[in-house]
């Protein structure tokens, strides 16, 4: 039996519900958080900030990024964790962890196949 994996996003994003979609059609242990309903960890967050992922956490081509002014950008090249947790729709979509590490940032359906 696969470990429960830890889908974090938004519900109404279509790449998060496409992944919770094809876990469910795996019948793969998972479970969903919601960051704007249960809002986002800031040890958590940092975690995923020292994985090898970090690159891929801050989503420079979503609405709210081209919404920050030139300060609140750079500031996120220095250390983006206060602006995630300001607004956490900056984070690309979904994160996928095993309850430890980052597995995905972002759906890819070949790369989740190795953890299911």
Not at 5 to 30: E, F, M, Q, S
Not at 45 to 68: C, E, F, I, M, P
Not at 77 to 82: F, L, N, Q
């Amino acid at each position: 039996m696969p470990t429960e994996l830890h889908i974090y996003g938004i519900r109404n994003c279509d790449t998060v519900r496409a992944a919770l979609k094809w876990l469910d059609a795996r019948k793969v242990p998972h479970s969903f958080h919601d960051f704007r309903r249960d809002g986002l960890d800031e040890a958590e967050l940092r975690r995923w900030l020292a994985s090898d992922h970090a690159a891929l956490l801050v989503n420079r081509r979503s609405a709210t990024w081209r919404g920050l002014s030139d300060g609140q950008k750079a500031a996120a090249g220095e250390d983006p964790a206060p602006l995630l947790l300001e607004y956490p729709t900056l984070i690309k979509r979904p994160v996928i962890t095993d309850g430890k590490s980052v597995l995905s940032v972002g759906f890819a359906p070949e790369k989740l196949e190795a953890f299911v």
